[in-house]
């Protein structure tokens, strides 16, 4: 199973960002279109592709906003729910975890037709009031819109992870800095979150793969405003050089990029979180 839905499609994509179609003549006719060897052509061809680049800007601007926000919304809300004085706290934790139960597409969709002018009640609201109603669709305020989706959306994730991590440290823990005079914010700060740090790690590691990956909501934006191309994201000029211009050769070379882009990244921070980990061990 794991070599036919895995292995066999990496492989695949591979071969494919190797080769090129060469059109003979007009392209008409058998054998005018071939598949030959293109070698790192292809690569050359992404790694200069000025909208793949600019795409990847995009992305790292969003990933900016997204990853810091959510992580810290999710650390939050996870220590507000493990306080003692917290109450109803299964209703809380459901009610913060449901957003991410909603598939993206439909998310994106509910936010967008809530930030489009036209049927907007929050635009209705501050037209009434007399306020400014500023476009969420349009310009900068674009990348706090599709921002604003993917935390909604995954924050309730990364705080049952955290959240479940905190409910595993033993209850003498606590007992012994109440002892010692401790106050709730101190045990949070000194004690509960570094003993949850290899679980902020993970959420990160994750959210981190997730933002390389953005897709949907961009796409699911796209027909409410002239503002997103179809090469916001990598992942979206990958899918506009496939499905787009059918050129499938070009777009596994972005697929692989990006592939590597998001095992590089990943493999730098984790090694980078085990050798702190070390360190402090060492100490």
């Given at each position: 199973m794991f070599a036919l839905f895995f292995a066999l499609p990496i492989g695949y994509a591979l071969w494919l960002s190797l080769h090129k179609v060469e059109v003979k003549g007009l392209g008409l006719g058998a054998g005018a279109r071939a598949e030959v060897w293109a070698g790192v052509e292809n690569y050359t061809a992404a790694l200069t592709d000025s909208e793949l680049l600019a795409g990847a800007g995009r992305v790292v601007g969003y990933g900016a906003i997204v990853v810091p926000v959510m992580l810290g919304l999710a650390l939050v809300f996870a220590l507000m729910l493990d306080s003692e004085k917290v109450r109803g706290t299964r209703f809380t934790r459901l009610a913060i975890f449901l957003p991410y139960?909603?598939?993206?597409?439909?998310?994106?969709?509910?936010?967008?037709?809530?930030?489009?002018?036209?049927?907007?009640?929050?635009?209705?609201?501050?037209?009434?009031?007399?306020?400014?109603?500023?476009?969420?669709?349009?310009?900068?305020?674009?990348?706090?819109?599709?921002?604003?989706?993917?935390?909604?959306?995954?924050?309730?994730f990364n705080m049952i992870v955290i959240y479940t991590a905190l409910r595993a440290i033993p209850a003498e823990v606590y007992e012994a800095a109440r002892l010692d005079g401790a106050t709730p914010l101190q045990i949070a700060l000194r004690i509960k979150v570094p003993m949850v740090a290899p679980s902020l790690v993970l959420t990160f590691f994750f959210s981190i793969i997730a933002t390389l990956q953005v897709f949907s909501e961009p796409t699911t934006l796209k027909p409410l405003t002239n503002s997103v191309p179809t090469t916001w994201s990598p992942l979206m000029k990958v899918y506009q050089d496939a499905f787009g211009k059918g050129?499938?050769?070009?777009?596994?070379?972005?697929?692989?990029?990006?592939?590597?882009?998001?095992?590089?990244?990943?493999?730098?921070?984790?090694?980078?979180?085990?050798?702190?980990?070390?360190?402090?061990?060492?100490?």
């Open positions: 139960a909603i598939p993206g597409v439909v998310a994106a969709l509910l936010w967008g037709f809530l930030y489009l002018p036209d049927v907007s009640p929050f635009h209705f609201v501050l037209d009434e009031l007399g306020l400014p109603q500023p476009d969420l669709l349009d310009g900068g305020p674009l990348y706090l819109a599709l921002s604003n989706i993917a935390i909604w959306g995954g924050t309730g050129d499938i050769h070009a777009a596994a070379a972005g697929a692989v990029l990006i592939a590597v882009a998001t095992l590089v990244l990943s493999f730098g921070f984790l090694r980078a979180a085990n050798s702190r980990a070390k360190q402090e061990e060492a100490r």
